[in-house]
């Protein structure tokens, strides 16, 4: 039974950060791509940054130079590090982990965990 549990999530002030984790099990994490998504409100779901099996990093353009994304294989974790926080971050924050193969792609997704940026 495959499962991502995403925690962390919560209410911080501007300039704060936060550090998301999502743990994974029932598959093999090692081998996965693993992406962190959000969605605001009545805006469609985000690419925030993703990371591949062998560690190399992607951030959409809105994050960068402010959030880190990381992963630890032996304890099927990944994380956001999101420091210098703005408003307009507030958003549900989403683990996946996507693996595409020659006849069939794995895309499982995690329940979301809120994340809200407001004084």
């Known amino acids: 039974q495959v499962q991502l549990v995403e925690s962390g999530g919560g209410l911080v002030q501007p300039g704060g950060s936060l550090r998301l984790s999502c743990v994974a099990s029932g598959f093999t994490f090692s081998r996965y791509v693993m992406n962190w998504y959000r969605q605001a409100p009545g805006k469609e779901r985000e690419l925030v940054a993703a990371i591949t099996s062998a560690g190399g990093t992607n951030y959409g353009d809105s994050v960068k130079g402010r959030f880190t994304i990381s992963r630890d294989n032996a304890k099927n974790t990944v994380y956001l590090q999101m420091n210098s926080l703005k408003p307009e971050d507030t958003a549900v924050y989403y683990c996946?982990?996507?693996?595409?193969?020659?006849?069939?792609?794995?895309?499982?997704w995690g329940q979301g965990t809120q994340v809200t940026v407001s004084s």
């Open positions: 996946n982990a996507l693996s595409v193969g020659l006849t069939r792609t794995y895309d499982y």
